[in-house]
């Protein structure tokens, strides 16, 4: 008669909520962030807009506000979303606002974020190119992720989900950037741009749009490939382990 013996089963090891310090200072930022932004566009005042409305769009004070309102929505949510231990105790509620987050949030945002680039013509084509490929990419991340949920395909699902993360939230470091770039390049304002501040805010428009959603992209994609190489190294540990025995 063989002897086998169980061993016993560990259950899940369920996140803290305490272990993501990273969590309420993203939070934190983006209330602020929405706090600043939000009030211009919900006084139904023209004049009050930040970003200048062209003549030949009239409708483009009431494409931007919507374009704000639905992002503000896509960052708070976002918020919630990208928490582990909310994710992991409250499925459920995760499910549903992960529904708003897609439907009331990025994809209405990204959409009209594609028209006010279109019809922003102020701040030069380098911009209002880099706003297109953005509300694009935003877009097709956020119906990736989507699909792979509905697909329950929930690797994939985390995995898109994390670049349209980092696409929502990346108006902040645009915002950042251009901070940076006006602190930098406002002493050649005489000598490199020959003191033509239009060109000036241009090139710092230009800048800080770019770097404002590329940098953050190229991160989660470093951050999701340390994650799979290290799971790849355990794995290895664990088969080399297992053959040891």
Not at 7 to 36: H, M, N, Y
Not at 73 to 92: G, K
Not at 223 to 240: P, T, V
Request: glycine share 4%.
């Amino acid at each position: 008669m063989t002897l086998t013996t169980e061993r016993p089963t560990t259950p899940p090891v369920r996140p803290r909520w305490w272990r993501r310090p990273w969590v309420a200072p993203l939070a934190v930022v983006a209330i602020a962030f929405v706090a600043f932004s939000l009030p211009p566009y919900l006084s139904m005042n023209p004049a009050s807009s930040r970003v200048p409305a062209p003549d030949f769009f009239p409708p483009h004070f009431a494409v931007l506000s919507l374009h704000v309102i639905f992002g503000s929505i896509a960052m708070i949510t976002c918020c919630l979303q990208i928490w582990p231990w909310f994710r992991q105790r409250y499925p459920h509620a995760h499910r549903r606002i992960g529904r708003v987050y897609v439907f009331a949030g990025c994809l209405p945002s990204g959409v009209l974020g594609l028209i006010v680039s279109v019809t922003t013509p102020y701040f030069g084509p380098v911009t209002a190119a880099s706003g297109v490929v953005l509300a694009s990419v935003w877009v097709a991340c956020t119906l990736a992720g989507w699909r792979m949920a509905r697909q329950r395909r929930f690797v994939d699902h985390r995995r898109w989900m994390v670049r349209s993360f980092a696409l929502t939230l990346s108006i902040i470091t645009n915002r950042l950037w251009g901070v940076v770039f006006v602190i930098a390049l406002s002493p050649e304002l005489e000598t490199t741009f020959h003191g033509d501040e239009v060109l000036l805010a241009s090139t710092v428009s230009a800048l800080s749009a770019w770097l404002g959603w590329v940098l953050p992209l190229l991160f989660a994609e470093w951050w999701l490939e340390r994650g799979d190489a290290a799971k790849r190294r355990a794995r290895a540990a664990a088969a080399s382990r297992r053959q040891a025995a």
